[in-house]
């Protein structure tokens, strides 16, 4: 086998171990999110209020859970975050929750060329040989093409990440930045075949 030149971690993160939260498991992590996006009325006037939470897989990555989550304000906002917490275990529950929100008006209505709803957020730091470092990125989102199955997370050209779709639904946590390379996110179908490509970077010609 011949060495890898630019070796780079992959698949880091536990594929999602959960159903989408619903009962009183969604109303404490809705809690928690809408309480990191309450200063967000500080640093933006007229975000209205939250809609329905919609709630992404759940993803587990250096002993901490993170479960994304989104919604559309009554004046058009997105806000968007995740939750994250210490798993449980046979005799304790889930603790040390930490949330993190933030907004943005570029949603998927007001973009119709997208191909994927993508947000994501920085979660830690992996290092690599020769003090180079990739940002270990939460990226979550839902296809906008029908058909799909998987979505993978790609740096230049390697997979290093992927989830399946759950309720046309997915998250990633995968190393971005590393050596210069960006993240890509691909939509294949049960047959392997790519409908769908975004990267998390607007074209420089954009």
Not at 178 to 197: H, I, W
């Amino acid at each position: 086998m011949p060495v890898d030149p630019n070796p780079v971690c992959r698949f880091v993160a536990e594929p999602p171990q959960e159903p989408l939260p619903d009962g009183r498991w969604a109303a404490t992590l809705t809690r928690h999110f809408l309480g990191a996006c309450d200063p967000l009325d500080e640093e933006e006037d007229g975000l209205g209020e939250p809609g329905e939470i919609v709630f992404h897989p759940d993803r587990t990555w250096h002993g901490r859970t993170y479960v994304p989550a989104t919604t559309i304000t009554s004046t058009g906002y997105e806000l968007f975050g995740y939750v994250s917490y210490r798993p449980g275990g046979e005799d304790r529950e889930p603790g040390e929750f930490a949330a993190v929100a933030d907004f943005t008006t570029e949603t998927a209505a007001e973009n119709p060329g997208w191909e994927l709803d993508l947000c994501e957020e920085v979660v830690g730091v992996w290092r690599g040989e020769h003090e180079r470092s990739a940002d270990m990125t939460l990226v979550w989102g839902r296809p906008l093409v029908g058909g799909g199955q998987i979505v993978t997370a790609e740096l230049s050209g390697l997979t290093v990440d992927q989830c399946t779709l759950v309720e046309e639904r997915f998250t990633l946590l995968a190393p971005d930045g590393y050596d210069g390379a960006t993240l890509a996110c691909k939509l294949f179908d049960a047959g392997g075949e790519e409908l769908a490509q975004e990267s998390l970077y607007e074209d420089d010609d954009e």
